[in-house]
């Protein structure tokens, strides 16, 4: 009897601790696919372009790309992470030297690719059984 609670109470707390993982995981792209999108918008409108609006918006969705990229290192295989890796390794270099980069199309990859990481991280019976 033993053993079936505990075989029962590590199926629990594993299955427990997966939702948890998703959860966070969709919270945390999902804000930082708003980020990149906000950041999009603000390339492409190009409204204040001599104000520090652009290259501040790209600074706070790369801090929070930093931030989160350790945790969803956790629970992603690194290798669908690398394209973003990447992406924001180009956003840097634009605002270290002012390259001409493609601000708001790289977000939007960036986007893409946050948005597939989420859906392909999507638990369903299928993989359950």
Sequence with gaps: MKRLFIAVALLAASVLLSLLGYMDLKTKGNELAASFNETAK???SRAEVNSGDINGSLEST???WKKYK????????HDE???I?????????YLDKNRDVKVDELCLDCV???EHIIDAETPSV????
Aim: glycine fraction near 4%.
């Design 85 to 93: 890796q990447d992406a924001t390794i180009e956003l840097e270099q």
């Design 81 to 83: 992470l690398d394209d």
């Design 42 to 44: 603000v390339f492409k």
């Design 70 to 77: 350790t945790r969803f290192e956790v629970y992603i295989n």
């Design 62 to 64: 790369l801090e929070l």
């Design 126 to 129: 299928g993989e359950i059984l």
């Design 112 to 114: 893409s690719k946050l």
